[in-house]
């Protein structure tokens, strides 16, 4: 049995419990279309329960205005091709803890897209008196409680004073990329020291942040806590660099391997081994690839892993190799 989650009145992050535990609703789910549905069914969809749910037609009925919010953040990011792309990609929980509500927002204007649909503008369309801020009407901000709180149903009331967001960095391994974790970190906010537990996705890219709601500065008596934001490091590896979804594993062989050919032996992050064959006459560094060992890519993919095959040269030689490698000299080696 799924009800609604009366402590989370706006994120769909934290939408509905089920026997007491929080779950994603889904933003296709939302709007009632499937997942692979076009541009176009994802904004009918959107304007037919936009229409049902305005809160100019359902004025002082709070879950009507509720559910607006929802299906609007959820057209916010199913109407944006990159949003989208990044919630298909990683899913509900892992999309909520890279992006807030205000990247979630950001470039989406609320009472352009209802302008679009007929009812906004500052005129009585279809029904809707919606406006950028004239009187009586409900814009984005008063809707959504932004810029000094909302205004609908005739009266204002002063929106939740929010504490502030907080940042701390995070450092990751390779590993934990590949294969995420779950970490405990020691917090230390407002003079006392507590632990939070925060899961890293698999394919975190550096610079990242990962949200943890109300889990950042408190706020004023009635007001919300703020949000803790990780910023996401990634600590070098010995073995293998990053470059993007694939890793990079620098392999040394000796001239003689370079000029006639070789096996070498090449161990994957995952601990698998592979033996590669080096062409003869290879060039320093080229880059031989083992499809599919590399760092998580989209849904269920991965990149490469590319060894790097570099020539070493020695740095002292023995009388004998002197003379070898003399004799290549003079045969125009």
């Given at each position: 049995?799924?009800?609604?989650?009366?402590?989370?009145?706006?994120?769909?992050?934290?939408?509905?419990?089920?026997k007491?535990?929080v779950?994603?609703?889904?933003?296709?789910?939302?709007?009632?279309?499937?997942?692979?549905?076009?541009?176009?069914?994802?904004?009918?969809?959107?304007?037919?329960?936009?229409l049902?749910?305005?809160?100019?037609?359902?004025?002082?009925?709070?879950?009507?205005?509720?559910?607006?919010?929802?299906?609007?953040?959820?057209?916010?990011?199913?109407?944006?091709p990159?949003?989208?792309?990044?919630?298909d990609t990683?899913?509900s929980?892992?999309?909520?803890?890279?992006?807030?509500?205000?990247?979630?927002?950001?470039n989406?204007?609320?009472?352009?897209?209802?302008?679009?649909?007929?009812?906004g503008?500052?005129?009585?369309?279809?029904?809707f008196?919606?406006?950028m801020?004239?009187?009586?009407?409900?814009s984005?901000?008063?809707?959504?409680?932004?810029?000094?709180?909302?205004?609908a149903?005739?009266?204002?009331?002063?929106?939740?004073?929010?504490g502030q967001?907080?940042?701390?960095?995070?450092s990751?391994?390779?590993?934990?990329?590949?294969?995420?974790?779950?970490?405990?970190?020691?917090?230390?906010?407002?003079?006392?020291?507590?632990?939070?537990?925060?899961r890293?996705?698999?394919?975190?890219?550096?610079?990242?942040?990962?949200?943890?709601?109300?889990?950042?500065?408190?706020?004023p008596p009635?007001?919300?806590?703020?949000?803790?934001?990780?910023?996401?490091?990634?600590t070098?590896?010995?073995?293998?660099?990053?470059?993007?979804?694939?890793?990079?594993?620098?392999q040394?062989?000796?001239?003689?391997?370079?000029?006639?050919?070789?096996?070498?032996?090449?161990?994957?992050?995952?601990?698998?081994?592979?033996?590669?064959?080096?062409?003869?006459g290879?060039?320093g560094?080229?880059?031989?690839?083992?499809?599919?060992?590399?760092?998580?890519?989209?849904?269920?993919?991965?990149?490469?892993?590319?060894?790097?095959?570099?020539?070493?040269?020695?740095?002292?030689?023995?009388?004998?190799?002197?003379?070898m490698?003399?004799?290549?000299?003079?045969s125009g080696?």
């Amino acid at each position: 049995m799924l009800t609604a989650h009366k402590a989370c009145p706006f994120n769909v992050f934290c939408h509905v419990k089920h026997k007491g535990r929080v779950l994603l609703m889904e933003y296709y789910e939302l709007l009632g279309v499937a997942k692979g549905a076009s541009t176009q069914e994802i904004k009918k969809a959107y304007r037919k329960l936009a229409l049902k749910y305005h809160p100019d037609r359902n004025e002082g009925d709070k879950a009507a205005e509720e559910k607006f919010k929802e299906i609007s953040e959820a057209y916010a990011v199913l109407s944006d091709p990159q949003k989208k792309q990044q919630y298909d990609t990683y899913g509900s929980t892992d999309f909520h803890q890279k992006y807030s509500q205000e990247d979630i927002f950001k470039n989406f204007n609320m009472d352009d897209i209802l302008r679009q649909f007929g009812f906004g503008g500052g005129a009585s369309t279809g029904g809707f008196r919606t406006s950028m801020g004239g009187g009586g009407g409900n814009s984005f901000s008063s809707i959504f409680g932004q810029a000094g709180g909302g205004c609908a149903g005739g009266g204002c009331q002063q929106a939740p004073v929010k504490g502030q967001d907080m940042t701390y960095q995070i450092s990751v391994t390779l590993e934990d990329v590949l294969n995420g974790a779950e970490k405990s970190i020691a917090l230390r906010n407002n003079g006392k020291s507590h632990n939070v537990n925060v899961r890293i996705p698999k394919g975190i890219e550096a610079g990242k942040k990962l949200r943890l709601k109300g889990k950042g500065g408190q706020a004023p008596p009635g007001g919300i806590p703020g949000d803790l934001f990780l910023k996401v490091d990634i600590t070098p590896h010995k073995n293998y660099e990053r470059d993007g979804d694939n890793l990079v594993y620098e392999q040394k062989i000796p001239f003689s391997q370079a000029c006639l050919g070789a096996k070498v032996t090449v161990e994957t992050l995952d601990g698998k081994t592979f033996k590669v064959n080096v062409p003869p006459g290879i060039q320093g560094d080229s880059k031989l690839r083992i499809r599919g060992h590399g760092l998580p890519s989209g849904i269920n993919g991965r990149g490469d892993l590319l060894v790097k095959v570099g020539v070493d040269i020695p740095k002292e030689l023995n009388e004998e190799q002197q003379e070898m490698i003399e004799k290549l000299q003079e045969s125009g080696l």
